[in-house]
């Protein structure tokens, strides 16, 4: 013996929650104008009266490109100077050499890193 099939429950409106609006709700009297989005606004852009945004700004030059810094790793460092990794720390933590801190590592400037080796020279007799 089957049981009976049945036809699926017609869906149902859901109700909004009190003070809210259903979904494709327009109010009455809304008329939709061509090219407007939901609920008969027009994008800013297509307003009447609205200049575009990118004629708001006067044209003024722009400001020179800053030189791009770049950063070298300790690992990095201590290479080029061929010491080891304890001695960077131990430089950058003495404030011999300039550091940066990201987070739980150190990134130095490749400009101190030249810089601390042109002072570092010493003249032998």
Do not use: C, N, W
């Not at 809210?20 to 809304?30: D, K, L, M, V």
């Not at 307003?47 to 300790?74: D, K, N, Q, S, W």
């Not at 011999?96 to 890193?113: C, H, I, K, L, T």
């Amino acid at each position: 013996m089957s049981l009976p099939q049945r036809s699926p429950a017609p869906a149902l409106a859901r109700q909004a929650a009190p003070g809210r609006r259903p979904a494709g709700y327009q109010p009455a009297g809304a008329r939709l104008q061509p090219g407007a989005g939901p609920l008969g606004q027009r994008p800013m852009a297509m307003r009447p009266g609205m200049p575009h945004p990118a004629a708001a700004r006067p044209m003024t030059e722009r400001p020179a490109p800053r030189p791009a810094v770049a950063f070298l790793t300790v690992a990095e460092v201590a290479a080029i100077m061929r010491v080891s990794k304890m001695t960077v720390y131990r430089l950058v933590h003495g404030g011999e050499m300039a550091a940066v801190r990201v987070g739980r590592s150190f990134r130095v400037p490749e400009p101190a890193v030249r810089e601390y080796l042109a002072d570092a020279r010493t003249d032998v007799a």
